[in-house]
Every structure is written in structure tokens, then in C-alpha cells.
């Protein structure tokens, strides 16, 4: 039998799952920012949006770029980020966010898609790299002079052509083309 107040304990939201050392670099910030101005002043007096999302991208290029602490008060740039998500999140639960965003449905789509072609080009990659590999095993079992029955075994017969004799098949930077289209997308990997 369990601890009935384990039981009602396990439905709340698990706050300890925030690692200290993040929460206290986010307070430093937000400590900061109450001695500048006033504590949870984005509550009363309404805030625009991208001034926060565009320092939340300063603070996060500096640290990108080797700047852990910001150069006039000596706060963690990770910390300052997280500082401007929570005013940010934290003006919305409000109301006293001014979203002045430029929302765009196209280019949240693009950045989407973008995963197919990332996906696409490291198998095209990919593909090249095999086929590298396969032609530099085939130089050095050449050049060490081993048989042409031995590179069949490792390799297996060439295979048969897909087309009919005296049909031209392009190849393209080592990719066959049935079609003529080039680049052969959507690529597929041969078997």
C-alpha cells in the first residue's frame, strides 16, 4: 500500500525536474533585470514580443560564439535566454504580451520541409561515399593483383541492364537515370 499523499503528490507537475544549475542562471538574469527595473514589470506595463525574442537570439549568438557572461553585469548569456522565454511566456499568461511577431505559415513550412532535404542529401552523400569506398577496394584488389573471380566474389556479377540493348542510360555523377531527369529525386538508395 503506498503513501496516500504519494499518490496525490504523483498528479502534480514534477517541478524537480528542472536542474538547478539552469533555474539559478535563469534567476541571476531575471535578478538582474528586477534590480534595473522592477520585479515582473512585464505584468504591468505590456511588452512587445520581438524585443524579447530579439534578445533572447543576441544573448544566445554571444554564447555561440564563445561569450558565456554578458559583458556589463557578468550574467550567464544561457541564463539571459531562458530569463527572456519566461517573460515572454510569462507576459502571455498575463495578457500584457504585445505579439508583434510576423507569422508566416510559408516559412514555418519551409523550416519543416527543410528535414526532407537534409534527410535527402545525406543519403545522396551517403550513397557517394559507398561508392568511393567501393571503387578504392577495387583499385587495391586490382593493383594487389588478385584475380578477377576473386573481385566477382566480393562484389558479385555486374548487374544485367534494365533497358533494352542499344537504349542510352544517362549517368550522372554516378547515379543512373532512367529517366534522363537529373537530379534522380526522390533519391532511393540501389539494393
Not at 39 to 47: Q, S
Not at 73 to 91: Q, R, Y
Not at 92 to 106: C, E
Not at 153 to 160: A, C, I, M, V
Amino acid at each position: 500500500m503506498s503513501n496516500p499523499k504519494q499518490a496525490f503528490g504523483d498528479k502534480k507537475p514534477p517541478l524537480a525536474y528542472i536542474p538547478l544549475s539552469a533555474q539559478l542562471a535563469e534567476l541571476e538574469a531575471l535578478f538582474d533585470g528586477m534590480l534595473k527595473y522592477e520585479p515582473l514589470n512585464w505584468r504591468d506595463t505590456p511588452v512587445e514580443a520581438m524585443t524579447y525574442v530579439e534578445a533572447a537570439f543576441r544573448h544566445l549568438q554571444l554564447w555561440k560564439v564563445g561569450e558565456e557572461l554578458t559583458r556589463d553585469t557578468l550574467v550567464k548569456n544561457l541564463g539571459a535566454v531562458k530569463a527572456c522565454c519566461t517573460i515572454l511566456i510569462d507576459a502571455a499568461a498575463h495578457g500584457t504580451l504585445i505579439d508583434n511577431r510576423r507569422k508566416s505559415q510559408v516559412e514555418a513550412d519551409l523550416l519543416h520541409e527543410g528535414e526532407e532535404w537534409v534527410e535527402r542529401l545525406k543519403a545522396v552523400h551517403q550513397e557517394r561515399l559507398r561508392q568511393r569506398q567501393q571503387a578504392d577496394l577495387k583499385v587495391t584488389i586490382v593493383s594487389d593483383e588478385i584475380s578477377e573471380e576473386t573481385v566477382r566474389n566480393l562484389f558479385g556479377d555486374p548487374p544485367e541492364p534494365v533497358t533494352s540493348v542499344g537504349t542510352e542510360i544517362p549517368i550522372v555523377d554516378g547515379f543512373v537515370t532512367l529517366d534522363g531527369k537529373f537530379p534522380p529525386w526522390p533519391y532511393s538508395p540501389p539494393l
